[in-house]
């Protein structure tokens, strides 16, 4: 079955700075890839996806390419700010329960 | 986008007693959805998988007699937590999908249970 493997957090960076947040995965096929976002005391909501190949998706500022001859789908920001803070969660999914593990913690200092 | 709830948002129950916590998608039907729990500080952990008008599935160690999941109609999943105890207090977060090519998934904003 599809695994995933995140850059383990915390994350702390401070405002303004540039964040790369790894996901690497496994799968049989071509996943429909997706970051979700976690903000303290939220549940989860969609951050952004990509569907195929060479697809970037992006929304509020972040980036990830659906990179398929390295399996990844790494989360970008150029400037980070504080009301960042949150916990991200990588999945590469071909239906079903999402596939990811612990998420990466993400603290932004001003 | 897709719009999926959750009721109530907070709840506080008693000991002994049971609770119901309803998911709903409110402008698509959901083929499939999914029942988590979280613990402070920690990742969603899937509790169980239920497809309209079937038997929900669940993940290993969880008690199907113990949390009731109930998927009557294409908009509307049930969770019943029976018997609750203070260790069942916990954030408990639905998700729904709609099926199709993209397998997106669109979560409810969450329950807080506490058990006293």
């Known amino acids: 079955g599809n695994s995933v493997t995140q850059m383990e957090g915390p994350v702390t960076l401070s405002e303004e700075a540039f964040l790369t947040i790894n996901c690497t995965y496994t799968?049989?096929?071509?996943?429909?890839l997706f970051w979700y976002v976690q903000y303290p005391g939220e549940g989860l909501q969609l951050l952004l996806k990509?569907?195929?190949?060479?697809d970037k998706g992006s929304n509020k500022g972040f980036e990830a390419t659906y990179r398929k001859e390295t399996t990844s789908f790494h989360l970008e920001k150029g400037s980070v700010q504080v009301s960042d803070s949150a916990v991200y969660f990588c999945?590469?999914?071909?239906?079903?329960?999402?596939?990811f593990g612990q998420g990466t913690e993400l603290s932004v200092k001003p | 986008g897709a719009v999926v709830s959750q009721h109530p948002s907070r709840v506080i129950c008693k000991s002994g007693t049971s609770v119901k916590i309803e998911c709903r998608s409110l402008?698509?039907?959901?083929?499939?959805m999914f029942w988590y729990r979280q613990f402070p500080k920690q990742s969603l952990m899937l509790m169980a998988t239920?497809?309209?008008?079937?038997?929900?599935?669940?993940e290993q160690g969880v008690e199907k007699d113990k949390f009731l999941i109930n998927h009557a109609s294409l908009t509307l999943s049930t969770l019943t937590v029976t018997s609750a105890h203070p260790e069942d207090s916990s954030f408990y977060i639905c998700?729904?999908?709609?099926?199709?090519?993209?397998?997106?998934?669109?979560f409810g904003p969450g329950t807080r249970l506490t058990v006293t």
């Open positions: 999945d590469p999914n071909q239906g079903g329960k999402l596939i």
């Open positions: 998700s729904a999908s709609g099926g199709g090519y993209l397998y997106e998934q669109y």
């Open positions: 990509a569907t195929k190949a060479d």
């Open positions: 799968a049989t096929g071509y996943p429909s």
């Open positions: 402008d698509f039907q959901a083929t499939t």
């Open positions: 239920s497809n309209e008008g079937s038997k929900a599935t669940y």
